[in-house]
Structures are given as C-alpha cells and as structure tokens.
C-alpha cells in the first residue's frame, strides 16, 4: 500500500521454502496439488477460511503481512488466548491500532489444514469497508513460509504444492509467459531480477498491494522520478491502521525475470504510429523521445514488430490505404505548398493531429 506507478498484470510464481535433510535413498514424493478459489476484490486476495472449527470467515492472503492477523472480534468468538497488552502495529496508514500477540491452533483453507501459526490480534474494521464484506483475518508469511505457493490470478485459484513446480513444463523455459526469479526473506519477500526502466530493483513481492505495481521513495529517486511524482496524480488507499495518500503516475517498462511489461503509453504510442508510420520511422520517433526497452536498450524495427506483433497491431497499411496522412502528402495531394496545409489546418477547415512530437503531421 505505497505508491503506484504501472499497473502489472501477471501470474505469479513464487515458492516459499525451507531446507529439509533427506537420505540419498528417500523415495520421490507424489506431487500432490490443493487448490482454494479466490476473490479479487479492489487487489486483494479474498479467501474463505475456518480458525479452531469455526466458520468460515472472510480473509486476506497477504504475502506482505507477517505474522498472520485475526480481527479482534473473531479471536474473542473463537476463544483465542491474546497478549495482555498490546504494541502499535505496522502497515499501511497512519491511525493507531494496537496488536496483540496470538498464535492461530487450528487454520483450514480449503483442503490445507495448518496448526499453531503465529498471528496478532487487531482491529481490521478499517479493511472491512473498501472490500464490501467483514475481513476477520489476514493469512501471511507465517502460513505460508513453510509452503510451496502458486498464486493463478487470471483463474482465480491458489495451489499449494508438495514440490515445486517449474518452467519445464511451458512451451519454452523461460518463455515470456513463465519466469524464475530468486529471493530472500528480510521483513519481507525481496526478489531480485526486476529491473524499472531498464535500471535494477530490489521488489518486495506483496499480494496486499492494491495490484499495482509501487515505488517506495528511495526507488523514485533512484530512477530519477521525484519530479514525476511532484506533478503526478494524488490518490488515497487503506491499510491495517487506516488511510494512507498516494501518488499514481506510469513508468515506461517493468521487467520481471524474462517477463517485460511496457507501459500503456508506449504500447499505445506504437499502435498509433503504426497506422501511419513504417517500423523504421517509429524506431526513430521512439528513440528520440528516450525511450527504451525493458533492457534498456533503445528501440529496432524487430523489437516493434515483437510490440506489434505481441499486441495483434497489424503493420502500417499502404499509403492509399491509410485513414491518415501526413502534411507533406496532403500538400502534394492538394496540389498547395505546405505553408497553405498548415494555415488550413490552424483555421480548422482541414482537420489533423499529431500523434507525439516528432511524429508525422
């Protein structure tokens, strides 16, 4: 719940965990599969789940919160044994709300049963109100550490898995669709192989974000966005202790392992270029707008023709066939010199557009 910048829309993969001693012997284990729906309401993972048998209640999947949280009202209706006395809790906002040390006996979500999981007890009516139903919990880091997690968005499912799957299964390893990336816990899962605008971050990977994808300051200033974000659009969201102020804007590319995103600026730009443009002058414009790759590498004709072509945008029809032309062919059509295109055009007799600067009049 910090700032967001570009929306990424992905399936991902991450796995969560630990070390086990085996004997070199042991048996393969049978992969087995538990799969638990989900809703995605407003970004976040909305799951049903009983605590020690009662039930069920509304909870969030929240890879960013650790421990798990319990409302206060559900741990009272399910008899848990809470902290005497309680500490400010950290998250999204700037209310105070006070957790109490809990431990969670008995979780069951769908088929996956855990026992004796570390929780904090708070209030969560703040989370309640934005989601249109009663949250009586966050599921977080301390379920799922010990656990091999898939999170599906676009099925709406999360998997829990004996062993962890891999990209051998999709048509290529590491095909744009299917990435790996490494991590590390510290407060927070942190991947690395994520770059923003072709420089390097360090990503927390959060399921409780607002599915945006979100700069901390330090990262805007790293990139170079501090004036960007003074100009951009100011928003608010809410987390555990209450409302929180945002700036939202868009960055030109995310990449996420082999998986590059651009943004909806870019694409869009190539789109309508395209419909008066060859692939060698859109190369050109690009570039000298500054424009780069999830790489960071400047603009090809091949990388926008994989644009195009990943995005269904057809190449730039033949000049008799364009809905558009530009100034110099109007002139040449009409039979006039320039100066008279553009003197039609300012007394809107003759009506045009220029798509961005450098582009065709």
């Not at 700032?3 to 991450?14: H, P, T, Y």
């Not at 009662?54 to 009272?76: N, Q, R």
């Not at 990336?181 to 927390?204: C, E, H, M, W």
């Amino acid at each position: 719940m910090k700032r967001s910048f570009a929306r990424v829309s992905a399936l991902f993969l991450f796995a969560i965990t630990y070390c086990l001693h085996v004997l070199a012997q042991a048996p393969v284990v049978k992969q087995t599969v538990i799969e638990v729906p989900f809703e995605f309401i407003h970004g976040s993972i909305v799951v049903q789940a009983t605590l020690n048998g009662h039930g069920p209640f509304w909870m969030l999947l929240d890879t960013g919160a650790d421990p798990s949280i319990v409302e206060i009202g559900a741990a009272k209706s399910v008899v848990l044994k809470t902290a005497a006395s309680g500490q400010q809790g950290s998250g999204g906002g700037t209310g105070d709300n006070l957790a109490y040390e809990t431990s969670l006996p008995l979780v069951q979500l769908g088929g996956l049963t855990a026992s004796n999981v570390d929780a904090l007890a708070m209030d969560l009516s703040k989370l309640s109100s934005p989601l249109g139903r009663p949250i009586s919990g966050v599921l977080g880091y301390s379920l799922l550490k010990t656990r091999i997690v898939q999170i599906d968005y676009p099925s709406r499912r999360v998997r829990f898995f004996t062993s962890a799957p891999s990209c051998a299964g999709a048509a290529r390893p590491h095909s744009p669709r299917c990435t790996t990336l490494s991590f590390r816990y510290q407060d927070d899962i942190l991947a690395s192989g994520v770059t923003v605008d072709g420089k390097p971050v360090t990503t927390n990977v959060d399921t409780g974000s607002n599915s945006n994808f979100q700069l901390t300051p330090a990262a805007v200033n790293k990139l170079g966005l501090s004036e960007d974000v003074a100009r951009a659009h100011a928003s608010s969201s809410v987390g555990f202790n209450g409302s929180l102020k945002n700036r939202e804007g868009t960055v030109r590319n995310v990449r996420v392992g082999t998986i590059s995103v651009n943004s909806e600026e870019v694409t869009e730009l190539i789109r309508e270029l395209a419909l008066v443009c060859e692939d060698t002058p859109i190369v050109s414009i690009l570039n000298r707008l500054g424009y780069r790759t999830g790489k960071g590498n400047t603009w090809t004709e091949k990388r926008v023709q994989h644009v195009r072509h990943t995005n269904g945008f057809p190449a730039c029809p033949p000049p008799d066939q364009r809905l558009w032309i530009t100034m110099q062919q109007a002139a040449a059509a009409l039979r006039v010199s320039e100066m008279v295109v553009r003197r039609l055009i300012a007394q809107k007799i003759l009506p045009a557009k220029q798509i961005v600067k450098f582009a065709p009049g």
